[in-house]
């Protein structure tokens, strides 16, 4: 059909055909979504990754568990979402709550040319102390659907491309080791590069908070990946957690090569969780032992190295906030 826009979500067996773009206006203010995700699809076993941990598989299960909740809230509740994510989810997993409907969010907003508004619904008052994570969920819809296009928000235009992180942890949550070989396969540029920290993200839950086995992966990627999927875990570790005293130190020498990359993970970890004023003491710790100083300053460093960058659109601008906060992390060593 000429002019047409099919939206089609498949995941997992789960899946939902929205409206077309002509037949948008009459549509879209009658729109119920009715989808819901299953919880089971937060079970490490059905998704390949690590159960051999099983301490850190049930911290990171939990987080994945409110990924979906927060998506089933966003999609019941996507006029007025945060009485239910506030009220229904703990403060700590707020956070992943909020990716979740973030997700949920931008695949209204595509299935409804932008008309739903659901992403700014969500970001309104109490979401903007979460918008990294809701930039980031926004993302997941560019796995399953194949949608090139990043996501534009409302409030803060260099942290559109949080989205390309979102879509690295969904594919490689989705594809499992597989899907991140294809990735750091391919042809690098800087939506890849802003890509691939996502992914390394996800590898942290594929190989349930295991040191040794994240950077076993990781050395066996092409050289240039591994800097960026380094970011991702250092990320990973310091918001999601499931890591004690030797798995620091474990990670803290097999990331030794990449260490600012990692660090500057780190640093966005802290930022997100600083804004939303819910601080979990494995983030503290992970902020002490990796950069020693405390978050709120930590924050302070991804505020600085932002200067002058924040009203812009461009991805370039986007990892030269990143390759700041390197420096950063570079001067202080």
Not at 38 to 60: I, K, Q, W
Not at 131 to 151: C, D, I, Q
Request: aromatic fraction near 10%.
């Amino acid at each position: 059909m000429s002019g047409a826009l099919w939206v089609i979500f498949a995941t997992d067996g789960v899946t939902v055909r929205a409206l077309n773009k002509r037949q948008t206006p009459a549509f879209w203010p009658r729109f119920r979504p009715s989808i819901t995700l299953p919880l089971s699809m937060a079970d490490f076993g059905a998704r390949g990754f690590r159960t051999d941990r099983p301490v850190a598989r049930a911290v990171l299960e939990q987080h994945a568990r409110m990924f979906l909740t927060g998506f089933n809230i966003g999609a019941a509740h996507w006029r007025s979402p945060h009485e239910e994510l506030h009220s229904r989810v703990p403060d700590a997993e707020r956070g992943f709550a909020y990716e979740g409907a973030g997700m949920f969010a931008g695949l209204l907003d595509l299935a409804t040319a932008g008309r739903a508004r659901a992403l700014r619904r969500l970001l309104d008052g109490p979401g903007d102390r979460y918008t990294h994570l809701v930039h980031v969920g926004a993302g997941w819809l560019l796995t399953p659907m194949r949608v090139t296009a990043v996501p534009r928000l409302p409030s803060a235009p260099l942290l559109r491309w949080l989205a390309l992180d979102g879509a690295g942890f969904g594919e490689v949550y989705f594809g499992g080791l597989r899907a991140l070989q294809r990735r750091a396969h391919r042809r690098p540029d800087a939506r890849w590069e802003a890509r691939l920290a996502g992914c390394g993200r996800a590898l942290w839950f594929a190989e349930s908070a295991d040191a040794a086995g994240v950077g076993a992966v990781i050395g066996r990627l092409p050289a240039l990946a591994r800097p960026h999927v380094w970011a991702g875990v250092g990320l990973a570790v310091t918001y999601a957690g499931a890591a004690d005293e030797a798995t620091f130190g474990a990670l803290e020498r097999a990331a030794e090569p990449h260490y600012a990359h990692f660090a500057q993970g780190v640093v966005f970890a802290a930022a997100a969780r600083h804004r939303s004023g819910i601080v979990p003491e494995h983030t503290a710790r992970s902020v002490t032992r990796f950069l020693g100083v405390d978050v709120a300053e930590t924050a302070e460093w991804s505020e600085t190295a932002a200067r002058g960058l924040t009203d812009s659109e461009d991805v370039h601008a986007y990892l030269r906030w990143k390759a700041r906060l390197r420096a950063l992390v570079d001067a202080r060593r």
